[in-house]
């Protein structure tokens, strides 16, 4: 199955992170050539079997993946303690 979602540019993604972590601020960088992959991708036959897949929007999906990584981190150095 595929799973469509949104076509975004490294430059997007970053100003996402950058917004929701300021102090991350030019820590961030990306150069080269743009991966070459299929951004179009057919989502119908997933959706065939499971008719609500939710769809989460870029900046919630960012934020939601940073606070678990921080919750990660967290723990594990309250467990270097």
Known sequence: FNIEGWVTSMGELVNALEKLRPEAQGFITFSGPQVPVAFRVDGSQL???IARIPRTPLQEGIRKTVEQFERLRAGQ?????
């Open 47 to 49: 959706r065939s079997k």
């Open 77 to 81: 150095a309250a467990a270097a303690r």
